[in-house]
């Protein structure tokens, strides 16, 4: 979710340590490291000590107390508060406390300022620019209500992502609780533009009948990740 501030005009780098592409490093090692038993494979014990190592540095250093999020972090160790779903990408980790996961979930999943997933997936208290919950900036960002495409608009692999990262913390009642409701609403988005319209748009419109194909300005009404959107209700169903 960096902007132009945050790239090395030389190199054009990203300047920042990212919350999201951190803990999808770690998740990568794990997995490598499952294939790597499962085949008779040496290096499974590297890759988990490889994943171990940077989950601890992500909940070392891009927790902010502040916010109470993880948040991404400038080469200054300044955090860079713009926060979008990929805070939550750290749960997939395993290595946030739950107490910190139950505060991410209520402070900001769970909140119709930031991310508008309301705690029974009924949309209850959702404001009509954020109804469907999930947008790929906190609707209390400044830029939420100009929109665009990484600011704004709802992703199905953003959900997925998620998802996967809240369903580490089953144990934790509210996580429990907001992984079920996220499931609700993204499954809700999805089915009505494919009901009412036969879409399954690459990335969705955040606010309810406020485009007339639901799906983005510029977006392809038909892309196989937007159905991730429904995907994770099959997760959650066992298949």
């Known amino acids: 979710t960096a902007d132009r501030c945050c790239a090395n005009s030389n190199t054009f780098l990203m300047q920042l340590y990212d919350v999201g592409m951190s803990s999808m490093l770690v998740q990568e090692a794990y997995s490598l490291a499952h294939l790597a038993d499962a085949i008779g494979r040496p290096e499974a014990a590297m890759l988990r000590e490889r994943g171990d190592a940077m989950s601890a540095l992500i909940s070392d250093y891009l927790w902010d107390e502040q916010g109470q999020i993880f948040t991404n972090k400038f080469v200054n160790n300044s955090?860079?508060?713009?926060?979008?779903?990929?805070?939550?990408?750290?749960?997939?980790?395993?290595?946030?406390?739950?107490?910190?996961?139950?505060?991410?979930?209520?402070?900001?999943?769970?909140?119709?300022?930031?991310?508008?997933?309301?705690p029974d997936g009924d949309?209850?208290?959702?404001?009509?620019?954020?109804?469907?919950g999930l947008p790929s900036i906190a609707r209390s960002d400044a830029a939420f209500p100009k929109l665009g495409y990484w600011r704004g608009y709802v992703w199905g692999p953003m959900a997925l992502l998620t998802y996967w990262g809240?369903?580490?913390?089953?144990?934790?009642?509210?996580?429990?609780?907001?992984?079920r409701a996220l499931v609700k609403q993204m499954r809700a988005l999805m089915l009505e533009?494919?009901?009412?319209?036969?879409?399954?748009?690459?990335?969705f419109y955040p606010a309810k009948g406020a485009v007339p194909s639901g799906c983005s300005p510029g977006a392809m009404h038909m892309y196989h990740w937007g159905a991730l959107t429904g995907f994770i209700g099959l997760l959650e169903a066992g298949y």
């Not at 750290?90 to 999943?109: E, I, K």
């Not at 809240?166 to 992984?179: A, C, E, F, M, S």
């Open 166 to 179: 809240l369903q580490q913390y089953d144990h934790v009642p509210i996580v429990r609780k907001g992984r």
């Open 79 to 118: 955090f860079y508060r713009r926060i979008s779903p990929t805070s939550f990408y750290a749960l997939q980790t395993g290595g946030p406390s739950d107490a910190r996961a139950d505060t991410m979930v209520r402070t900001w999943l769970l909140s119709p300022e930031h991310f508008c997933v309301a």
């Open 193 to 203: 533009q494919w009901r009412s319209r036969g879409l399954i748009c690459e990335n």
């Open 123 to 132: 949309f209850a208290g959702n404001s009509p620019d954020c109804w469907w």
